[in-house]
């Protein structure tokens, strides 16, 4: 057993607002995340690290995030 795990970055997610001029792409249902100005629309934004390297960032719509089952974990505000 090593400790270095803990040293290690993992993919994270957050929740946070749709801001004005988004162009993401849900990695899940490929739709844009796009900004509602009414709606208050929340993105998930995900950190995904591969062999403890940052990767790339993924956005997803908050329902996707819950129905592609948390991938990076549960996202935090
Ligand atoms: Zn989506």
Do not use: I, N, Q, S
């Given at each position: 057993?090593?400790?270095l795990g803990q040293l290690v970055p993992v993919s994270r997610a957050v929740v946070r607002l749709v801001?004005?001029?988004s162009d993401a792409t849900c990695r899940?249902?490929?739709a844009p995340v796009k900004f509602v100005a009414r709606?208050?629309?929340r993105q998930v934004i995900a950190n995904v690290y591969e062999d403890g390297r940052w990767a790339r960032v993924e956005?997803?719509?908050e329902?996707?995030?819950e129905r592609a089952g948390?991938?990076?974990g549960e996202?935090?505000?």
């Open positions: 057993m090593t400790t801001e004005a001029g899940y249902c490929l709606a208050k629309a956005h997803f719509h329902d996707c995030y948390h991938p990076y996202a935090r505000a």
